[in-house]
């Protein structure tokens, strides 16, 4: 026995089947296609906005910051990384553009000076009315080759601790031989230098850029202190820390000017009369010792004297 269908329909429905799938596939594969797009074009919006937000970023406005709708929550980390990145840069650029302004100023004033001092000279028919004028020429040179020189240490001392610099320092001995030329500085105004230190305090750092600070701290123990003082480097361990102590017997700082001596170019008002400097050797300080890890402080009486504390982690 044979059971069939006749075959009368089948060539109908295939005909019927080929048409159908010819106009829906095509259909089929537009919505999908279309749906996709917009599907990536709504995920890549946000992106695209952060991209051009950065794009219209210049070095003159590093205010603006990217924004992200609070639904996009997988890119708020992203955004959050940009911004605190844009925020240091701006910072960053903020503290160069005032640091330049500082430096050109700090140099314009004893080139103004030299220049007045020439013209007035060439005006001059006496001969010996000369020489003192190059005297005076060469003190502004003289303080405009210390400004060139503390800036150059300011932008070395900037940079990280270069490992072949690092050794191990006898501190006991850098405090000692900083006092003994200090002291020799002081001499020329009766002012007595003296050195209390334990032996053999050692710390791991670049012996000549700590040096630099020992030597910033006894100049200005001796600049700002008057005929007939005193100045003390008392060296001792603490814990794991050196700890020397700077102190000197001079006019001292003033509370409100305190917290700005550190500053890059700032000199206290009530300590400037006369004591010429361009108010960068306590940042040199201050910089130098934050490299090596450590850290400094003052302390200050008007009128009674003043002490530097710098403490540095132990070898
Ligand atoms: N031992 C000190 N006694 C009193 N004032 C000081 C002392 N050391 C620093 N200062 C104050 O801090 C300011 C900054 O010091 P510094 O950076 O060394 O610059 P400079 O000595 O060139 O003025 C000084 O101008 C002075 O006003
Ligand atoms: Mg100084």
Redo the contacts with the bound molecule.
Sequence with gaps: MQIGNPLGDVPETLHAVVIASAVLVPVVVLLTSFGGWLIAARALAPIESINSTLRAIEATELSKRVEVRPTDRELQGLVRTINGLLGRLERAFHDLRNFTTDASHQLQTPLSVMKSTIEFARRRQVETEIPPLLDDLEEEVTDMSGVVA?LQTLSLADAELQPAHLADVDFSTLCFDAAEIISALGEARSIVVQADVSPDVRVTGDPHKLKHVLL??G???V???SSGGRVLFRLRREGGHAVLH?T?T????AAN?LPR??DRF???????GG???????????KRIIEVHHGSIA?S?TPGS??T?SVRLPLT
């Design positions: 503390d910033n701290l100049d200005n123990a600049k700002y202190t700077v000197d001079g006019m001292g700082v000017e001596i550190f700032y000199r206290a008002p009530s300590a400037n004591v010429r400097g361009a108010g960068l050797g306590l940042a040199i300080a003052v200050s004297g003043t530097f």
